[in-house]
Structures are given as structure tokens and as C-alpha cells.
């Protein structure tokens, strides 16, 4: 009889000893709503731990991209940038607010926006008397984009940036906490991300008036008035106070997270690195990555096995690998969107997409399952071999 081994997630769930204390408190003090003290404080720690002036808690991170781009005024007839190479959330909202996202490719450096793609795309769009009312740019699998050209451009320009940090809470760049550089940033936490309240989102911004906008429409938009009141189109996006309560316990531990995403990097990284046709994902030299997945890229030229076999051989193993994000402008749904590539002919998200995977980087892996997946892909190339 064999014993079939336990199952190894992408990116599971994991809590810390607050957590429980804070849910006993919401419950206790009879705080079950989408107000109350937990949510509060939980702005007011986000605050704290980015060091952005503002924050609003809302019920997911899909949501406070979506306020942030309505938030920049775009609409139907409008354009918005958007980074290609991520999920679909981040584009998603664009369309619920009725603009036409464009999708910009990444760069190889952090597999994030290209600054020359982005040039080219506002380039074109003021030519055409169409310059977009924002950039949406993500920060992708725990690395900050390089923030610096992408600021100049878009200052230049005269366009707000919204920064999608949903996978990049805890990294910086040159010094600044990611989602606090942009006119706006957005966190998720999204049971797959680096820490969680099973569902939610969070909005900053330095520009206080915008995130008490984002609360106003976050709560139905309700003008104050004691009777049911409303002069804008409001939504149901607030953060509950129970959920706040684990985000809460969670952001004590996110720093203990990030080093440990950051170890299980490392110990790929140590043991699979010398593989010819085997490259992981650079880290930019200008600020820390928290390694939210470990992602590689395999050339199959050289190994003979393309990424697609290894997430197959991994599934046989009860492991969880999976492909980079398939880009946007590869989707069925945004095929027919305008995309510009990092250089004219030359698109370096197909690449990735093709030739990517990311391994179970969660940070409560042990040591012994991360063997099984080194194991398990060292297996998959030696046959290769034979
Ligand atoms: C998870 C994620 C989102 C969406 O966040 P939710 O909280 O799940 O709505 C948006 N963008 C990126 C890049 C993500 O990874």
C-alpha cells in the first residue's frame, strides 16, 4: 500500500496567535459589522507599517482598485494603462468603471512594467489627443516595478498612478514602502497572499481627501443627513470589523512572513540554481523583494522539460506548481485591447508566460516539503536526461 503525501499549496493560509484574541474581540464586544474598532485600528497599523498618510479598508482588493480608478475620474471613452503580465483583478476594475484598459508588456529585469513600453504607449496616446487617465501598475510576486522612470513618465504626461501592490506588501523600493509612491496604492489580503483576512483589501493614498472619498463610496455613499440620503452612486465595499480583527494579528507576523518566503527562496535557489536552462527571477538591485512566490523560468532547449511537464509531474506529486500569470492581452476577454511590448516585435510577458513557473513558496512550508519539490524537479529533468 502506498501512502499518497500530503498535499503542498502554492500559497496557503497562515495565521498567527493574535488573530483568534482579535475575532473573540470583535465577537465579545458585539462589533459584527462593517464598522467598529478593529477596522480603525487596522487603517491606522497599514498606516503605520508603509508609511502612508492614508488608509481605507475595504472588502477586497479588487474593490479598492476599482475605487481608485474611479476615484481618478475615468470613464466610459477613457483610457487606462495597465501592467499585462498580472491577474486579471488588476484590469478587471478598469472595464467595471467603463474605460478601456491598454496593456503595457514588463521588462526582464523585474518581469514588471517596461518604462520603454510605457514611454512608447504615452507617446502614441498624446499624438492621438488621447493621453490615459491612469496607469495601473502592479508589483508583481512580491517585487516593486522600477518606480522611478515610471514616475518621471507619467508626471511628464500629467498621469496619476495607481500602484496594485496586492502581492507586494512588505517590499520596498529605493527606501519607500511599495503602494506608497503612486497617487493611490492597493493591498489584498486574499487567502493566497502574503498575510490574509480570508477576503479584503486596503486603499492608501498621502492624499487624505481621497481616501475619505474612497470610505464615502465604500459605504453606500450616504450624504450626511439623518434620512437615507444619496447625490452619488455608492458601493458595498467595506471592510468587515471581525475581518479587520485578523488582519490585525496577521500584520504582526508579516514581517516573520517575509523572511520566511524569502529563506524558502533561498534554499530553491540554492538547489536548483546550477540547472543549465533553469533562471529564477531576478531581484532588482533597487529595493527588497519579499518573495511572495518563488517564480523561474525554463528553457526547454537546454533541459529538455518545459515548465508545463514540471507543473504535471508536480500535480502527479500532490504538489501545487503553476504557470506565471497568463498576460491580459492573451486573454479571450482583452484580445481585442491595444498592447505595446517592451521593444518594437519583442514581448517579454509572452516569454514568460510561456516558459514560467511559480513552486509553493508559502511561508509555513517546512523544510521537508520543500525537498519533495526540489526532489520531484530534479527527478523531472534527470529523465529528461536519460
Ligand atoms: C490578488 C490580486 C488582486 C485582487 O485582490 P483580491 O483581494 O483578491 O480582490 C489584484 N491584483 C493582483 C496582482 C493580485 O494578485
Given at each position: 500500500?502506498?501512502?499518497?503525501?500530503?498535499?503542498?499549496?502554492?500559497?496557503?493560509?497562515h495565521?498567527?496567535d493574535?488573530?483568534?484574541q482579535m475575532?473573540?474581540?470583535?465577537?465579545?464586544?458585539?462589533?459584527?459589522?462593517p464598522?467598529?474598532?478593529?477596522v480603525d485600528?487596522?487603517?491606522r497599523?497599514i498606516?503605520?507599517?508603509?508609511?502612508?498618510p492614508?488608509a481605507?479598508?475595504?472588502?477586497?482588493?479588487?474593490?479598492?482598485?476599482?475605487?481608485?480608478?474611479?476615484?481618478?475620474?475615468?470613464?466610459?471613452?477613457?483610457?487606462v494603462?495597465?501592467?499585462?503580465?498580472t491577474?486579471?483583478?488588476?484590469?478587471?476594475?478598469?472595464?467595471?468603471?467603463?474605460?478601456?484598459?491598454?496593456?503595457?508588456?514588463?521588462?526582464?529585469?523585474s518581469w514588471?512594467?517596461?518604462?520603454a513600453?510605457?514611454?512608447?504607449?504615452?507617446?502614441?496616446?498624446k499624438?492621438?489627443?488621447?493621453?490615459?487617465?491612469?496607469?495601473v501598475?502592479?508589483?508583481?510576486?512580491?517585487?516593486c516595478?522600477?518606480?522611478?522612470?515610471?514616475?518621471?513618465l507619467?508626471?511628464?504626461?500629467?498621469v496619476?498612478v495607481?500602484?496594485?501592490?496586492?502581492?507586494?506588501?512588505?517590499a520596498?523600493?529605493?527606501g519607500?514602502?511599495s503602494?506608497t509612491?503612486?497617487?493611490?496604492?492597493?493591498?489584498?489580503f486574499?487567502?493566497n497572499?502574503?498575510?490574509?483576512?480570508?477576503g479584503?483589501?486596503?486603499?492608501?493614498s498621502?492624499?487624505?481627501?481621497?481616501?475619505?472619498?474612497?470610505?464615502?463610496?465604500?459605504?453606500q455613499a450616504?450624504?450626511?443627513?439623518p434620512?437615507?440620503e444619496?447625490?452619488?452612486?455608492?458601493?458595498n465595499?467595506?471592510?468587515?470589523n471581525?475581518l479587520?480583527?485578523?488582519g490585525r494579528?496577521?500584520?504582526q507576523?508579516?514581517?516573520?512572513?517575509?523572511?520566511?518566503r524569502?529563506?524558502?527562496f533561498e534554499?530553491?535557489r540554492?538547489?536548483?540554481?546550477?540547472i543549465?536552462?533553469?533562471?529564477?527571477?531576478?531581484?532588482?538591485?533597487?529595493g527588497?523583494?519579499?518573495?511572495?512566490?518563488?517564480?523561474l523560468t525554463?528553457?526547454?532547449g537546454v533541459?529538455g522539460?518545459?515548465?508545463?511537464r514540471?507543473?504535471?509531474a508536480?500535480a502527479d506529486h500532490?504538489?501545487?506548481?503553476?504557470?506565471?500569470w497568463?498576460?491580459?492581452?492573451?486573454q479571450?476577454?482583452?484580445?481585442?485591447?491595444?498592447?505595446?511590448?517592451?521593444?518594437?516585435?519583442d514581448s517579454?510577458?509572452?516569454r514568460?508566460?510561456?516558459?514560467?513557473?511559480?513552486l509553493?513558496?508559502g511561508?509555513?512550508l517546512?523544510?521537508?516539503?520543500?525537498?519533495?519539490?526540489?526532489?520531484?524537479?530534479?527527478n523531472?529533468?534527470?529523465?529528461?536526461?536519460?
Open positions: 500500500m502506498t501512502v499518497t503525501p500530503s498535499y503542498i499549496y502554492l500559497s496557503p493560509p495565521l498567527g493574535k488573530e483568534r475575532i473573540e474581540e470583535a465577537l465579545t464586544t458585539n462589533w459584527i459589522a464598522v467598529g474598532p478593529h485600528q487596522f487603517e497599523e498606516s503605520a507599517y508603509v508609511g502612508s492614508g481605507a479598508a475595504l472588502n477586497s482588493g479588487t474593490a479598492a482598485l476599482h475605487l481608485a480608478i474611479k476615484l481618478t475620474g475615468a470613464g466610459p471613452g477613457d483610457r494603462l495597465c501592467s499585462t503580465l491577474f486579471a483583478a488588476s484590469a478587471n476594475p478598469i472595464r467595471y468603471a467603463g474605460a478601456e484598459p491598454v496593456f503595457i508588456d514588463s521588462e526582464p529585469d514588471n512594467m517596461s518604462p513600453a510605457l514611454e512608447r504607449a504615452l507617446h502614441m496616446a499624438k492621438e489627443g488621447n493621453v490615459p487617465k491612469a496607469v501598475v502592479v508589483h508583481l510576486y512580491g517585487q516595478a522600477d518606480m522611478e522612470p515610471i514616475m518621471d507619467c508626471h511628464h504626461y500629467g496619476p495607481i500602484e496594485d501592490a496586492a502581492e507586494s506588501l512588505g520596498d523600493y529605493k519607500r514602502a503602494g509612491i503612486g497617487l493611490m496604492g492597493v493591498y489584498s486574499n487567502g497572499k502574503i498575510i490574509t483576512t480570508s479584503g483589501g486596503m486603499l492608501v498621502a492624499d487624505l481627501a481621497l481616501v475619505e472619498k474612497a470610505r464615502f463610496l465604500a459605504a450616504r450624504d450626511p443627513a434620512h437615507y444619496h447625490s452619488e452612486l455608492g458601493f465595499y467595506r471592510l468587515s471581525v479587520a480583527g485578523i494579528g496577521q500584520l507576523v508579516l514581517e516573520s512572513r517575509i523572511q520566511a524569502r529563506t524558502v534554499r530553491y540554492s538547489a536548483l540554481s546550477g543549465d536552462g533553469i533562471r529564477f527571477a531576478p531581484e532588482a538591485p533597487y527588497r523583494s519579499t518573495r511572495w512566490l518563488t517564480a525554463v528553457d526547454a533541459t522539460v518545459s515548465s508545463a514540471i507543473i504535471r508536480s500532490n504538489i501545487e506548481a503553476r504557470p506565471v497568463k498576460p491580459m492581452h492573451l479571450p476577454l482583452y484580445g481585442r485591447c491595444e498592447y505595446v511590448p517592451h521593444g518594437p516585435g517579454v510577458s509572452d514568460l508566460f510561456a516558459t514560467g513557473l511559480c509553493p513558496s511561508s509555513s517546512t523544510e521537508d516539503e520543500q525537498q519533495r519539490v526540489i526532489d520531484c524537479i530534479r523531472t529533468l534527470s529523465g529528461a536526461r536519460e
